[in-house]
């Protein structure tokens, strides 16, 4: 196991003086978002060319929606917030901050579940239609990282519990917190050219 | 080809993180508001598309700190946003999405 | 870390032995993962080429009835997969793994275990692809798998299933292992080596690493959408609920034309680390070919819709894509005049090496210039769907590919055997290739230009077909015998091949300044780099006494890649680790994909299996013991 010196971001002797796993995780968020652009790009293509409904501004939720979307983008800043923690050697708002940012992924999650339970029941499966298709697979794969950010914060939460998580090993954090900031970016263009935009289509059926 | 180069410049306190969070939250307020304005509706697109834009290039700049931090990390993720932009523009423009 | 390996329990300590067969289970050496990619890609390759020989004997003749129209179907298709996703691809990348960290300096890739989870998930997804023949029916529908041929309506069996999971999970690691040659060579350089002073073949694989990492995603969302339609029974491909199949069409496209050049580019950075040692001059316009190189990247994106002239995109769809197809043939034109001015005035040492190099440029300028002959959408009309395609696409793939790549076999060889390849055996290896290669293919140009159609199981007598058929099946007997010479060359010099000191060609790169084979841990010093051709520098240019500086160097932080000093004495240097986890996750996933197929119980095992991997591997201790 290499040692950094303690307080200072100092990477390993390479030959662009970056962290292994830093570069790592932006190469893999680069190419993240080739797979969420195709996925986002199979929707938009699809999008109003269902055959039978239910159609999306019948089962939309804007309202509900913002609230989940407002709950990802919080989760941002306490996610950032344990970051600060941790390079200032802050270990109870590290765990508080850590804890917290899981808890409204948490929170997302649930309201997801709940969001496709409700479309369930109105008739919206993956089998149903073209949107059906479209539309769980596009946010069923964002869950899905969410999901699996969740469970890297939990760990982080319980290694820092265990007096595991010290100053030294902020990267650790930085690095969780790289990948929970890009599954919230991605949920911001989603929310945009999912729902938002079929907003004034549900104004004006009802 | 490292040891030259200038330091990293440091990460923002808590307090720009939260007054980054506050200006989140106001285009959050703002988009959800705009798109119940029947006066705005021929216009939307184009404003949700700006309002979005801005709120991912907050985060990316502040919370991923790609403002602060070494070219090469920006440089990677740009560069595939940018792979991505320019496949789904074209894909759009194929199937008569957007050009007619 | 002694105390936290001391509270850990049994299981997660890392695995010590360093000979036997575990070792080659466990081992995360870049050298061993090379070798482990090389034996199973040229496994795969035979069987690739078995299909192939099946495939030409059934056609050389007209109305032929050796195999049904089916397992006709299911022979070119399994043949195209076997060839581009279990032989080149994973050669490219056996030479990926030898030869990077040694031609950079370092002493392993950046992350040693994700290097040998790639490795072993590819070998993994190769048995599930292929794993249609033990049930009788594999994928049928082209390597290409046009939507809505593969919906469950019209291909009920399970071959496509097969084809979808088999791909994902081959997908996953190529994307681990690009992910960490990016990170390798961007990171893991030797002082002194900038950018424009590594080798071209490092460039090379740095430009296909980049094009891997953006291009799967792609494939692999429209594989999850024909898995999803085809085990879940959703609508992306379903046209009576209003899908357009061409979507598919697109996605498998903006991959397919980036992977084109994820299979020739690195065969380029073999030819081009051939050509200047075997001249014995440096390359021409060092930095033309490798902008060239990275030129054809970028534009490798802007190409794709060209497989798709024929389907009706509108004028300007195809006048936009033949343009930028026609320009593209730029940078690599750019590269052919370099390789030839490179030879150029040379003193030629005409080696086996040499002359496979020399048979790359020559196939690949025809190939390239059947390829640009489509590029014109009304000439691809007459084209499209023709043996003049199948000629093309194997004069670059075959005669560029594959001639690229055993250039690179004849030349490192000696490297890691520590023993040459027999000339006399090399060169008949060499003209049974070149000369059946082109008894094979070129034919095939005539047949296509009069109209002979691709993946028909027969044709009728009398169309004037039969000759340039039985022509073409004879060549492909040729390569066959080719490739039994090949094989015997390697097996008979493993043995009692003649020794080769560290650097028998005279080499111009690091690689060549260690032992043959080299220790596991490469370079006791790490050298310092002062320009191109760093050991040419070395032996001729700098002055004696320069002594190179040590640093640390290896694996990353974390990756709890390795013991310091075990084996390497008072050299106190980084050692490649062993360890249990990359295999099991592997296991896992692959476990996961043929429940997918099976059960749902074999899912959530799998999944069981692979969390139990990740955590092994997250809290794997550094060091093997305390």
Same mark, same amino acid.
């Given at each position: 196991?290499?040692?950094?010196?303690?307080?200072?971001?100092?990477?390993?002797?390479?030959?662009?003086?970056? $962290?292994? /796993?830093?570069?790592?995780?932006?190469?893999?968020?680069?190419?993240?978002?080739?797979?969420?652009?195709?996925?986002?790009?199979?929707?938009?293509?699809?999008?109003?060319?269902?055959?039978?409904?239910?159609?999306?501004?019948?089962?939309?939720?804007?309202?509900?929606?913002?609230?989940?979307?407002?709950?990802?983008?919080?989760?941002?800043?306490?996610?950032?917030?344990?970051?600060?923690?941790?390079?200032?050697?802050?270990? /109870?708002?590290?765990?508080?901050?850590?804890?917290?940012?899981?808890?409204?992924?948490?929170?997302?999650?649930?309201?997801?579940?709940?969001?496709?339970?409700?479309?369930? /029941?109105?008739?919206?499966?993956?089998?149903?239609?073209?949107?059906?298709?479209?539309?769980?697979?596009?946010?069923?794969?964002?869950?899905?990282?969410?999901?699996?950010?969740?469970?890297?914060?939990?760990?982080?939460?319980?290694?820092?519990?265990?007096?595991?998580?010290?100053?030294?090993?902020?990267?650790?954090?930085?690095?969780?917190?790289?990948?929970?900031?890009?599954? $919230?970016?991605?949920?911001?263009?989603?929310?945009?050219?999912?729902?938002?935009?079929?907003?004034?289509?549900?104004?004006?059926?009802? | +080809?490292?040891?030259?180069?200038?330091?990293?410049?440091?990460?923002?306190?808590?307090?720009?993180?939260?007054? %980054?969070?506050?200006?989140?939250? *106001?285009?959050?307020?703002?988009?959800?508001?705009?798109?119940?304005?029947?006066?705005?509706?021929?216009?939307?697109?184009?404003?949700?598309?700006?309002?979005?834009?801005?709120?991912?290039?907050?985060?990316? +700049?502040?919370? +991923?700190?790609?403002?602060?931090?070494?070219?090469?990390?920006?440089?990677?993720?740009?560069?595939?946003?940018?792979?991505?932009?320019?496949?789904?523009?074209?894909?759009?423009?194929?199937?008569? *999405?957007? %050009?007619? | 870390?002694?105390?936290?390996?001391?509270?850990?329990?049994?299981?997660?300590?890392?695995?010590?032995?360093?000979?036997?067969?575990?070792?080659?289970?466990?081992?995360?050496?870049?050298?061993?993962?090379?070798?482990?990619?090389?034996?199973?890609?040229?496994?795969?390759?035979?069987?690739?080429?078995?299909?192939?020989?099946?495939?030409?004997?059934?056609?050389?003749?007209?109305?032929?009835?050796?195999?049904?129209?089916?397992?006709?179907?299911?022979?070119?298709?399994?043949?195209?997969?076997?060839?581009?996703?279990?032989?080149?691809?994973?050669?490219?990348?056996?030479?990926?793994?030898?030869?990077?960290?040694?031609?950079?300096?370092?002493?392993?890739?950046?992350?040693?275990?994700?290097?040998?989870?790639?490795?072993?998930?590819?070998?993994?997804?190769?048995?599930?692809?292929?794993?249609?023949?033990?049930?009788?029916?594999?994928?049928?529908?082209?390597?290409?798998? !046009? =939507?809505?041929?593969?919906?469950?309506?019209?291909?009920?069996?399970?071959?496509?299933?097969? !084809?979808?999971?088999?791909?994902?999970?081959?997908?996953?690691?190529?994307?681990?292992?690009?992910?960490?040659?990016?990170?390798?060579?961007?990171?893991?350089?030797?002082?002194?080596?900038?950018?424009?002073?590594?080798?071209?073949?490092?460039?090379?694989?740095?430009?296909?690493?980049?094009?891997?990492?953006?291009?799967?995603?792609?494939?692999?969302?429209?594989?999850?959408?024909?898995?999803?339609?085809?085990?879940?029974?959703?609508?992306?491909?379903?046209? =009576?609920?209003?899908?357009?199949?061409?979507?598919?069409?697109?996605?498998?496209?903006?991959?397919?034309?980036?992977?084109?050049?994820?299979?020739?580019?690195?065969?380029?950075?073999?030819?081009?680390?051939?050509?200047?040692?075997? =001249?014995?001059?440096?390359?021409?316009?060092?930095?033309?070919?490798?902008?060239?190189?990275?030129?054809?990247?970028?534009?490798?994106?802007?190409?794709?819709?060209? #497989?798709?002239?024929?389907?009706?995109?509108?004028?300007?769809?195809?006048?936009?894509?033949?343009?930028?197809?026609?320009?593209?043939?730029?940078?690599?034109?750019?590269?052919?005049?370099?390789?030839?001015?490179?030879?150029?005035?040379?003193?030629?040492?005409?080696?086996?090496? @040499?002359?496979? =190099?020399?048979?790359?440029?020559?196939?690949?300028?025809?190939?390239?210039?059947?390829?640009?002959? #489509?590029?014109?959408?009304?000439?691809?009309?007459?084209?499209?769907?023709?043996?003049?395609?199948?000629?093309?696409?194997?004069?670059?793939?075959?005669?560029?590919?594959?001639?690229?790549?055993?250039?690179?076999?004849?030349?490192?060889?000696?490297?890691?055997?520590?023993?040459?390849?027999?000339?006399?055996?090399?060169?008949?290896?060499?003209?049974?290739?070149?000369?059946?290669?082109?008894?094979?293919?070129?034919?095939?140009?005539?047949?296509?230009?009069?109209?002979?159609?691709?993946?028909? !199981?027969? !044709?009728?007598?009398?169309?004037?077909?039969?000759?340039?058929?039985?022509?073409?099946?004879?060549?492909?007997?040729?390569?066959?015998?080719?490739?039994?010479?090949?094989?015997?060359?390697?097996?008979?010099?493993?043995?009692?091949?003649?020794?080769?000191?560290?650097?028998?060609?005279?080499?111009?790169?690091?690689? &060549?300044?260690?032992?043959?084979?080299?220790?596991?841990?490469?370079?006791?010093?790490?050298?310092?780099?002062?320009?191109?051709?760093?050991?040419?520098?070395?032996?001729?240019?700098?002055?004696?006494?320069?002594?190179?500086?040590?640093?640390?160097?290896?694996?990353?932080?974390?990756?709890?890649?390795?013991?310091?000093?075990?084996?390497?004495? #008072?050299?106190?240097?980084?050692?490649?680790?062993?360890?249990?986890?990359?295999?099991?996750?592997?296991?896992?996933?692959? @476990?996961?994909?043929?429940?997918?197929?099976?059960?749902?119980?074999?899912?959530?095992?799998?999944?069981?299996?692979?969390?139990?991997?990740?955590?092994? &591997?997250?809290?794997?201790?550094?060091?093997?013991?305390?």
């Amino acid at each position: 196991m290499h040692v950094t010196a303690p307080g200072h971001a100092a990477p390993l002797e390479t030959s662009t003086g970056l $962290d292994h /796993r830093k570069l790592l995780m932006w190469a893999f968020l680069g190419s993240d978002c080739l797979f969420f652009g195709s996925l986002i790009a199979t929707y938009l293509l699809y999008r109003g060319k269902s055959i039978t409904g239910p159609y999306p501004h019948e089962v939309f939720n804007i309202p509900y929606t913002s609230v989940s979307a407002f709950v990802l983008l919080t989760s941002s800043l306490t996610m950032v917030l344990a970051l600060a923690a941790i390079q200032r050697g802050d270990q /109870r708002g590290l765990k508080a901050w850590l804890l917290a940012t899981a808890l409204l992924g948490g929170v997302f999650l649930g309201g997801q579940y709940f969001e496709f339970t409700t479309f369930i /029941r109105e008739g919206l499966t993956l089998r149903a239609n073209l949107f059906g298709s479209t539309f769980f697979t596009l946010t069923g794969f964002h869950g899905a990282h969410v999901t699996v950010g969740v469970i890297i914060l939990l760990s982080l939460f319980v290694t820092a519990l265990r007096g595991r998580l010290p100053r030294e090993r902020h990267l650790n954090v930085e690095l969780a917190g790289l990948y929970w900031h890009f599954v $919230d970016v991605v949920w911001i263009v989603i929310f945009t050219v999912v729902y938002l935009v079929e907003a004034p289509n549900i104004v004006g059926a009802g | +080809m490292s040891s030259a180069r200038p330091r990293e410049r440091a990460h923002p306190t808590p307090a720009r993180y939260t007054a %980054v969070a506050l200006v989140l939250a *106001v285009v959050t307020i703002v988009e959800v508001t705009a798109v119940y304005q029947a006066f705005l509706a021929d216009i939307l697109l184009p404003i949700l598309l700006v309002l979005s834009a801005t709120k991912f290039a907050l985060v990316a +700049m502040f919370y +991923m700190h790609l403002r602060f931090d070494h070219r090469l990390f920006s440089a990677l993720f740009v560069g595939g946003l940018l792979l991505t932009a320019g496949i789904l523009i074209a894909l759009l423009a194929l199937f008569r *999405v957007i %050009v007619q | 870390m002694a105390t936290v390996t001391g509270a850990l329990p049994r299981v997660l300590r890392r695995p010590t032995s360093y000979t036997g067969w575990w070792s080659w289970v466990t081992t995360v050496d870049h050298k061993r993962i090379g070798v482990l990619y090389g034996f199973t890609a040229f496994a795969f390759l035979l069987v690739g080429g078995i299909e192939a020989l099946t495939i030409r004997t059934q056609l050389a003749g007209s109305e032929s009835a050796l195999v049904s129209p089916e397992l006709y179907n299911q022979l070119f298709t399994m043949h195209a997969l076997t060839m581009i996703f279990l032989a080149v691809m994973p050669l490219s990348a056996a030479f990926f793994n030898l030869i990077i960290p040694l031609q950079i300096g370092a002493r392993d890739v950046a992350f040693p275990r994700l290097n040998a989870l790639s490795y072993w998930i590819f070998l993994f997804g190769g048995l599930l692809l292929n794993a249609g023949w033990l049930v009788g029916n594999s994928p049928d529908a082209g390597w290409f798998a !046009y =939507a809505n041929l593969t919906s469950k309506t019209f291909s009920p069996e399970r071959g496509l299933d097969f !084809y979808a999971l088999g791909l994902l999970v081959l997908g996953t690691s190529s994307m681990a292992a690009a992910f960490n040659f990016v990170v390798t060579i961007l990171n893991m350089r030797a002082p002194g080596m900038t950018l424009m002073r590594m080798p071209v073949f490092t460039w090379m694989t740095l430009v296909t690493s980049f094009l891997l990492i953006t291009a799967f995603p792609v494939i692999t969302v429209g594989l999850i959408e024909l898995a999803f339609d085809r085990l879940f029974g959703t609508n992306f491909f379903v046209t =009576a609920k209003g899908a357009n199949p061409l979507l598919w069409q697109h996605l498998f496209w903006v991959f397919g034309h980036p992977e084109v050049y994820i299979l020739i580019l690195p065969a380029m950075g073999i030819v081009s680390e051939v050509l200047p040692t075997f =001249a014995r001059k440096p390359l021409f316009g060092y930095p033309f070919v490798v902008l060239s190189g990275v030129s054809i990247g970028f534009m490798g994106w802007a190409v794709w819709s060209h #497989h798709m002239f024929t389907v009706g995109l509108g004028p300007v769809a195809n006048a936009t894509f033949a343009l930028t197809t026609m320009v593209i043939a730029v940078p690599t034109g750019v590269k052919i005049f370099n390789w030839i001015a490179t030879l150029w005035g040379g003193s030629l040492s005409l080696k086996t090496p @040499l002359l496979f =190099a020399l048979g790359f440029i020559v196939l690949f300028i025809i190939g390239g210039l059947s390829g640009v002959s #489509h590029s014109s959408p009304p000439a691809d009309s007459q084209q499209q769907d023709t043996y003049y395609i199948v000629a093309h696409l194997h004069y670059v793939l075959f005669g560029g590919s594959i001639f690229g790549l055993f250039a690179g076999i004849y030349y490192w060889f000696p490297k890691f055997s520590g023993r040459l390849l027999h000339e006399g055996l090399g060169k008949l290896n060499f003209w049974l290739m070149f000369i059946g290669m082109n008894l094979t293919f070129g034919p095939m140009h005539w047949l296509g230009l009069d109209g002979m159609p691709r993946r028909i !199981y027969s !044709y009728p007598a009398g169309m004037g077909w039969d000759f340039w058929n039985l022509m073409s099946t004879a060549g492909s007997y040729m390569l066959g015998i080719g490739f039994l010479a090949f094989a015997w060359n390697f097996v008979s010099s493993l043995r009692k091949g003649e020794k080769a000191t560290s650097d028998p060609w005279d080499g111009r790169t690091l690689e &060549w300044s260690i032992a043959s084979p080299p220790p596991i841990y490469n370079f006791a010093t790490i050298p310092t780099v002062h320009g191109r051709d760093a050991f040419w520098a070395q032996k001729y240019l700098e002055t004696p006494g320069h002594q190179p500086r040590g640093v640390p160097s290896g694996g990353a932080d974390g990756d709890g890649d390795g013991a310091h000093g075990q084996g390497a004495g #008072h050299l106190g240097v980084h050692m490649p680790g062993l360890s249990y986890f990359p295999i099991i996750v592997a296991l896992g996933l692959a @476990l996961a994909a043929v429940g997918l197929l099976t059960h749902v119980a074999v899912i959530a095992l799998g999944v069981l299996i692979m969390l139990f991997g990740i955590y092994g &591997w997250t809290f794997e201790p550094a060091e093997p013991d305390e």
